[in-house]
């Protein structure tokens, strides 16, 4: 069977040098990763490109975060490298998440030399001879996988496997060590168009324009990963709708006064739906952490759906791989057919959920948050972990004006943070990154926190020191009687042992509200990476729906101005 061959070319390169130069035409400038035997000459071609820069992580997991936090700050495609065995591994869980959350991202995976296959090598995950299959793993968490079984397939398997990436999630290329250090034409390959689906959003522009009433916009993350911010505004200005976000999408709209929907959001969402002719969803599929307290509503309303992905309730979807386009397609209809909607937006901020008092040692998480938005610059980008701090931080903290709001809830795996600040750090040059994770988080990957001192990234780690795994002691306290917890953690100094660890690190533990503003301006004013610690409680239950009783979940109307969906 003849092999692809670029035409017209007798100079060859090394295969790893064609992927650096390949990935270097499309646009990448970094990847990020772990070295080791099977992808070391991966990084050996990175060193002598000059256009692509490879960062070096200090777990796999976090170098995955790495690249989904650059896909998703709008830098581009983000690339991992990883070699073969328990390293290949950890990737699956970061992947996981981009699989969920529909990032693109390319992961460049090390395997033995093939010709070791299926013969008890070390590390050996050909799925050969009852050896672990890779490709089989990888499959279940990509949107598409190969095994590179020579060095001329790689012309078409990169293209492909790049281009599957653009249309949202990982991609993944396994390749055997004495396949990188093979041989191909040098000449560049053209590009691979993927597949592409014709957008005709001729039904959603039919409704709004025969529209009578209000309409709710839910917009989700697609809005972000396509860069239709100004289009959904556009949006909402000729529909004169109500806008609320899903959660990991809380910086996609400025004009957003619903808040953010779900478990951990703001309750008058439902009753706007209620109150609507016609709610429709703009890039989002909806799952439930996004949609909880909604069926009901969204149920008795006309639902339009418009995206790359089918939402997880029964609508109307049009599927589109470009909002910009499809969204100024819906606003040109909308504005040529109709007379300009009425605004239909509250001059209120977003309902809180009422969460019980709490009165035991420790900052409150919602007068931390407050302090946090005073202090954060209108063009910080934030990224936010999992946990008890997740859900307040969602809940609580306004997205920046000028700014990302990247919270991970495909996989809700904890430390992403700290990976993914350093990723978007990389690609969002120029401005302060801050990553608000819990205790628990940093335990699992906060030693990332020395790629940044390494890198000199200006990123502020805010880590809430609950001394625990604080929402599985909320569960132990509502579901299990408070008889017992296996989640409480012995006491630690986070601040000063980092301050510790990594000499010249600006790092320091707030006990006390009073000292907090002042931490932060200090942290926030250092060249590099800070961190600063407050000590919380386990105790205090977050603003997160199912650890609430019906009456503390019925929203109540707050009027803060420091609580907006956005600073304006």
């Given at each position: ?362 900052i409150r998480y919602r007068d931390a948050m407050k302090l946090l938005d005073e202090a954060l610059p209108d063009d910080a980008d934030v990224v936010v972990d999992a946990g008890n701090t997740g859900a307040s931080a969602i809940h609580h903290l306004p997205a920046r ?168």
């Amino acid at each position: 069977m003849d092999q692809p061959r670029a035409p017209g070319c007798t100079s060859t390169v090394r295969v790893v040098d064609f992927i650096v130069d390949h990935l270097a035409r499309s646009g990448v400038r970094h990847l990020f990763g772990v070295g080791g035997a099977n992808i070391e000459d991966l990084y050996d071609a990175a060193y002598f490109h000059t256009g692509i820069t490879a960062v070096l992580a200090k777990h796999e997991f976090s170098a995955a975060t790495m690249a989904d936090g650059y896909s998703r700050a709008g830098a581009g495609l983000g690339v991992v490298a990883a070699t073969s065995g328990g390293a290949s591994l950890n990737l699956i869980p970061g992947l996981g998440e981009s699989l969920a959350s529909r990032v693109p991202v390319l992961a460049l995976v090390g395997q033995p030399p093939s010709t070791q296959d299926g013969w008890g090598s070390f590390q050996d995950t050909s799925g050969r001879n009852g050896s672990l299959d890779a490709e089989a793993l990888f499959a279940e968490v990509s949107v598409y996988c190969r095994r590179v079984l020579s060095p001329a397939h790689i012309l078409a398997e990169l293209p492909r496997a790049v281009e599957a990436a653009r249309t949202g999630g990982p991609a993944v290329l396994l390749i055997p060590k004495d396949v990188q250090q093979g041989k191909v034409a040098s000449a560049p390959v053209e590009r691979i168009d993927g597949r592409r689906y014709h957008t005709e959003p001729e039904t959603i522009c039919a409704a709004l324009v025969a529209l009578d009433g209000p309409v709710t916009i839910i917009a989700g993350e697609q809005v972000a990963r396509d860069d239709a911010r100004d289009e959904l505004e556009e949006l909402r200005l000729a529909t004169g709708a109500r806008v609320a976000t899903v959660p990991d999408a809380k910086d996609v709209s400025a004009g957003a006064d619903l808040g953010v929907t779900g478990v951990m959001g703001h309750r008058g969402v439902a009753d706007a739906i209620a109150g609507s002719a016609l709610c429709l969803l703009v890039g989002t599929r909806l799952p439930l952490t996004a949609r909880a307290g909604l069926d009901d509503a969204l149920a008795a309303v006309p639902t339009f759906s418009i995206g790359s992905a089918e939402p997880y309730l029964s609508c109307h979807h049009v599927h589109t791989h470009d909002l910009r386009t499809s969204l100024a397609q819906v606003t040109r209809a909308v504005r040529e057919r109709s007379e300009p909607h009425g605004q239909q937006t509250s001059d209120t901020a977003p309902a809180e959920l009422i969460t019980p008092a709490f009165d035991g040692v420790g900052i409150r998480y919602r007068d931390a948050m407050k302090l946090l938005d005073e202090a954060l610059p209108d063009d910080a980008d934030v990224v936010v972990d999992a946990g008890n701090t997740g859900a307040s931080a969602i809940h609580h903290l306004p997205a920046r004006r000028a700014g990302r709001f990247v919270v991970a809830l495909g996989m809700g795996g904890m430390g992403y943070s700290f990976g993914a600040a350093i990723g978007m750090a990389f690609a969002r040059t120029n401005r302060r990154t801050v990553a608000i994770a819990g205790d628990g988080a940093f335990f699992m990957h906060g030693m990332e926190i020395h790629t940044a001192v390494q890198y000199g990234l200006p990123i502020t780690f805010v880590l809430f020191n609950n001394n625990a795994h604080a929402m599985c002691v909320t569960r132990e306290q509502r579901f299990y009687q408070d008889r017992y917890s296996y989640n409480r953690f012995t006491a630690s100094r986070i601040g000063r042992g980092v301050a510790s660890m990594f000499p010249g690190l600006a790092a320091e533990d707030v006990d006390t509200i009073e000292l907090l503003p002042y931490a932060m301006s200090r942290a926030l004013a250092t060249d590099g990476p800070s961190v600063v610690s407050i000590e919380c409680s386990a105790d205090e239950i977050p603003p997160f729906a199912p650890f609430l009783t019906p009456r503390q979940s019925i929203s109540i109307a707050q009027k803060d101005e420091s609580y907006v969906t956005a600073r304006t």
